[in-house]
């Protein structure tokens, strides 16, 4: 009798330690799959931006210097994908982000192109875009979280020591956003 109980205690460990390590997988691809969505979007931004671009040089042809400053970030995203760790794309981003609000800035100085039907959709289409890419950052940030618990709490991080699975970073918001902004009047 001692045998069967010994034996049972042992199926039941193994049937757990395959279901910890089925979940940690899940949720590590789920990790996978919450970048790719980032990803997405930031592809989805660079692709407007040529055309964000080309709208805006008509106009403001006093701005190269602001104009040239978005497109090298862009193609330094664009060289980046893949090869970067998730918070090295998030800052190029982020300093990309900066950038195209100084070209929505000029659109005050051009009223003509304030004015541009295609400056419109691009600047809308753009803005959504900003919206999904900090959705799905919230959604990176969820999951990494949750997958973190899971490798860090007992039993399941027994199983995720064993399997080499490793803790997956945050992405963090940069020291100047953190900044609050002077307003005066």
């Known amino acids: 009798m001692t045998k069967w109980i010994i034996l049972a205690l042992i199926v039941m460990i193994v049937v757990w330690g395959i279901a910890a390590y089925n979940d940690l997988i899940r949720l590590k691809n789920w990790v996978k799959e919450a970048w790719s969505q980032i990803d997405v979007q930031l592809q989805r931004r660079n692709d407007l931006i040529p055309n964000l671009v080309e709208t805006v040089k008509g ?4 701005e ?6 978005v497109i090298e970030m862009r ?8 090869t970067a760790t998730p918070e090295e794309t998030m ?5 990309l982000s900066g950038a195209l609000k100084t070209i929505f800035a000029l659109s005050e100085s051009y009223p003509d192109l ?9 600047q809308e289409e753009l803005t959504n875009t900003e919206n999904k ?3 799905s950052r919230q959604l990176f940030n969820s999951t990494v979280a949750k997958y973190n618990i899971k490798v860090q709490t007992i039993p399941t991080n027994l199983v995720a020591k064993m399997a080499g699975f490793q803790e997956e970073k945050l992405l963090e918001t940069p020291e100047a956003a953190r900044e609050v902004p002077s307003v005066k009047f």
Request: proline share 0%; charged share 20%.
């Open 75 to 82: 193609n330094k995203l664009t060289d980046m994908s893949g």
């Open 91 to 95: 800052e190029v981003s982020n300093q």
């Open 133 to 135: 890419i900090a959705y």
């Open 114 to 122: 304030k004015a541009n039907t295609n400056f419109l959709n691009l």
């Open 64 to 69: 190269q210097d602001t104009l040239t400053k």
């Open 59 to 62: 106009y403001a042809k006093h």
